[in-house]
């Protein structure tokens, strides 16, 4: 029911239109110029980036298939042997349909693709809905436009808030819980939504402890005398020998120097099997040049071994010791105890500040876990403590990076004018400048530097990979999620207020639901994930740093091993909080701006479809545990409270003052997102193992012990020799290569 004797027209004539893809746009060039921005430039982009991506294909298939371009056909693995390809269906069907081979891409690459097919199902769901929203809203005519109708008519400013919007968003909001349950039960995940899913959410190897925090004086004699000292009293500790104490060390000078060790002893061997095999020698000018080049260059690699190696056994010499120790147990439940022994001893020593403030070793300050697996953990990043001033430098380095990153991409057009990028004239020239090209380097510069602002949050120095993915996709999300929503409310460019030529009355909300501004949320989904898509099948990490490294070359052999050494992961956070940063982005707009919905749907079908060849036939098997899969669940699932409280808020600013706040059009998406809020409270709890007391009360619940942190750990099953003495494997590594 629209109540249209209390409603007020949003006031947006203020704002303006801050699209990155909107370079010269006052200059006249007729029939295309109305084109190009026809219904917010939805059209333009869809058929410009379409294009690329079709001309970018087709270029590619004829470097790999007609042209055997080994830099665009190997998969890149880091394997010199790497395994037979798996047999699979025609291509055309494989690329039709939505199947999903575990086999080729592993078991956390088949989730991920899992993942964005649940997301699929949503977007259908959206795109019928939204189809129902647009002919509703172009049916009304509260904006006056009858005949002249343009895509602003579709849009929630024509008919206003009513009951159906209500009914639609509870209908997605509930099939939206429905599917990340059956995701979560499906792939073994336990999330807001599958709460009851008996999965394990960390790997941990359960017959070795990692103690962190300890004193960097610390010694394995020290460390093993106070434990027998202090715990003489416990079996476990007294089974512990000098052997079984594992001193943690800063590597992060040491890896760099064995990688580059081991090409050049991989390009000798590589040089010295063909030398052995190429007996006969024809006497031709180019061979004997052939011949002697490669002396020449073998003579620069034995130097090279020579000079690494030393600075290798100089370097091992002096690492000093990060204050992490891992500890060996014969048996789970003899680490267990010691593990509740050390916590038990902590808990007391809180009250005895004499003997706290005594002890060298300092107790109270160590942290006391499973290890996880070697895999697992990041020795590059694994450092010294760092002191109080420099943690703080880091926190400030991160927030001066991620605000100058708002600052500079909430108005990238007016950075682009104020560099002399934009150009001038109405010449061919100028216009295919300003209209393909620079938007084009826009978008994949925006792509880039997305990636490195998001990179400096691994100074933090996350002690596991684990950690460091949740870290980079929640820092991806909101940034990117944060960034469009103050470019909408902004009303002058940022950097303006560093000149001080900017107030409080130049960001405004009710900018949010400026009409423009549903197109251009349309139009950076498209780019983005066209972007994202060339950038994963062009290869361009890799191609970029062959480019860099094929300067310093030496030898045929050197390109032929780096070629084959270079392993790509495919970096789920990132894609992940693409993901989820676009369904939140449409969340928020399918009620203004319904369109949204048709090109979410359409786009992430492309985007599946492009994942799945990607991580088949470019990126090797690799495992990012089970926590990114479950932030992500929950990520949509809190996101997907956009939807109410977009119209939420639309509907009050549109009362003005009146503070009608039984108002039929509030009092429906207040109520879905109160409903909504105690679900995901509820889930939250529920999902960690034990409900709140009152909680329980409230809703007749019995009393219920809380998950143990033991049941949510499973045993890492690895018996890899020196997996947590990375220093003692590169010595045995560089033994058995000299040996050969």
Known sequence: ???????????????????????????????????IVWEGGIAFNTVYWLLILLISFIILYLLRWKLNCRLLTERLDGLEDPPPPVKRASHWVHLLNFSIDEEAIGKDGSTFLWFQYRLIQIE???????????????HSDQLGEWPNKTLRSTGLYNSGVNGTHGVICSAILTVLAWLMKKHGQHRCIRSLASHDVNSNSSICNRKWLMITGLPLTTTVDSLLEYLMCTFESSFSVKGIHREQIVMAHGLSKLLPVVDRLDLIRNVKLQINGKANKGKIIQRRFWDFKSYFKKIDALSYYNKMEEMLTIEKDKIINTLEFTGTVFIRFDSPSEAKAVKIAIRRYQSNLFWKREQLMNNQLQPSRWTVRYAPPGSDLSWIHMKKPRPIWKTMAVWLRLAVSYSIYVFVMAAPASIVRWLHLEGHGLDHGSVFWKRFVLPTMVSFFTTTLTNWVTQQDQHRRHLTVTKASLASFRSICFLEIILYLVRMMARKPLPLLLAGDFNSDDFRLECLFFPVHGSFVACCIIVNTISGILLNHLRFDFLWSYT???????????????ITSYRAEYNFASNYAELVSNFALTSIFIMIFPVISLVSCVFSILRFISDRAALTQIYPVSQIGHNLHRESINMVLRFGIASPLTLLIYRRIQLGPSRNLLDPGIVAPLCLTILYLTYLVYAHFKSRGALPKWFRRLLRLRPRNARSNEQDVIDSMSNIQNEYDPVAQIREDALCKIQV
Do not use: P, Q
């Open 1 to 35: 029911m629209n109540c249209n004797h209390t409603e007020l027209e949003i006031n947006t004539s203020n704002c303006t239109n801050t699209d990155a893809y909107a370079y010269g746009i006052s200059i006249d060039i007729g029939w295309f110029n109305e084109w």
């Open 124 to 138: 259908f769901l959206r795109m019928a809905l939204g189809i129902v929203l647009i002919i509703m809203h172009f």
């Open 548 to 562: 860099k490294k094929w300067f310093t070359f030496r030898s045929e052999e050197e390109k032929n091993v780096y």
